[in-house]
């Protein structure tokens, strides 16, 4: 079977590893002229290293990834309640940069002698019953089948002319990459709701080194405590759209993580989604059919989008009475153990 992926982000990438791991070796082209270096995806769970455990992907993000060791929520500067991971299987969460996910999954299809094909931009394509052509870096291949893994702006979704419906959301996100030496509690996740329904975030990436990222335009001004930040590594500035694709097939070209589906960090499940679309794609490649693969993966995309938004608004709440009331149910959440369970269960792997 001729498998043709496009785009070697981690949802490509993992496409690629699964189906090599299964003895079909696709071809992987990006636009790119080399790996990202960007740190975009940082929180990694366990279902997700389930995925990439036969693979040995996971091992090797295991060694390098920190494991966070709990989660906490502040109300501006005051700490509120801090709930401990790492009690069962599916409360583990890693924190690693992307860059560095996706060079362990290219070390890993490297081991089955697969190669990247950088440079290589897909320009279009064409399907009928006996093949799909695509058209990239300047020539024309037939493929039985296509992964679409192009991301948010996906060109393959575009060539198959496909809706892309949902909304924006108002404002600017930011987003920095920094190094501190001493930050407190450097392995847990920190949320600190700010007023007017704004939210910081400091995730830890590895030792001393770490994610601020706010719902207003400078993460680090965000940030209601003080760090002690000894070099910005990089810091932006993003918008959020929150999107979901009507098909997630079309004859023989499919679509797999951002080119389905986009929506806001809340939750942080973006490249865990797309893993784990990926994954189920190759199943279903390898095991002679693709039925089922848009009435699945539609509806975890859905449930992923409602999820991460429910998630967004209860901490972008601007209504006072919810952000008095917040406060007390987080207090009493991490008092109560099996509340406390329930609830990381509810944000870690739900
Ligand atoms: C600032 C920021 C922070 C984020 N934080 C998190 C987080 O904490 N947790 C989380 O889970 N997610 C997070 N995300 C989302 C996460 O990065 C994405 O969900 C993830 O990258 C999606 O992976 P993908 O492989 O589907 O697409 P992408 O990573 O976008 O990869 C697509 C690939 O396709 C290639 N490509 C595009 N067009 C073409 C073409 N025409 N021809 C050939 N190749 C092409 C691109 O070069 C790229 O390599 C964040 C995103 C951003 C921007």
């Known amino acids: 079977m001729k498998i043709l992926i496009v785009g070697a982000g981690p949802t490509g990438l993992t496409a690629a590893v699964e189906l090599a791991r299964r003895g079909v070796m696709p071809r992987i082209i990006d636009k790119r002229s080399g790996p990202s270096n960007l740190s975009r995806a940082v929180g990694i769970q366990q279902r997700t290293m389930d995925i990439l455990t ?92 296509v992964i679409g893994a192009d991301g948010a702006h996906s060109a393959v979704r575009a060539a198959l002319g496909l809706e892309f419906p949902g909304f924006d959301l108002p404002g600017q996100w930011s987003i920095a990459d920094v190094e501190s030496p001493d930050w407190r509690d450097p392995q847990c996740f920190q949320g600190f709701l700010l007023p007017h329904g704004d939210i910081c975030i400091v995730a830890p990436l590895e030792a001393a080194r770490f994610r601020v990222i706010a719902s207003r335009p400078d993460a680090l001004a965000a940030l209601p405590v003080p760090m002690n930040v000894t070099n910005i590594r990089r810091s932006g500035a993003f918008t959020i759209s929150v999107r979901q694709v009507t098909d997630y097939a079309v004859g023989r070209v499919c679509l797999a993580g951002d080119a389905a589906h986009c929506h806001s960090p809340a939750g942080g499940r973006g490249m865990n989604l797309g893993i784990a679309d990926a994954a189920d794609l190759a199943g279903r490649l390898v095991d002679g059919g693709l039925a089922g693969y848009h009435a699945a993966r539609h509806a975890e995309g859905a449930h992923v989008l409602a999820f991460s938004e429910t998630v967004r608004k209860a901490v972008q709440s601007k209504s006072p009475l919810r952000r008095m009331v917040m406060p007390w149910v987080m207090k009493l959440v991490a008092a109560v153990p099996p509340f406390q369970r329930a609830a990381v269960h509810y944000f870690v792997s739900g």
């Open 54 to 145: 036969p693979s040995g992907a996971a091992e090797e993000i295991r060694k390098e990834a920190v494991c966070f060791d709990g989660v906490a929520f502040h109300s501006g500067p005051r700490r509120i309640a801090k709930l401990a991971l790492n009690f069962d299987d599916k409360s583990r969460l890693y924190g690693l940069p992307q860059d560095r996910t996706e060079h362990f999954l290219a070390r890993a299809f490297a081991r089955y002698g697969g190669k990247i094909e950088y440079d290589t931009p897909f320009e279009g394509l064409t399907q009928d019953e006996t093949c799909a052509r695509v058209q990239m870096g300047g020539t024309e291949s037939p493929f039985d089948q």
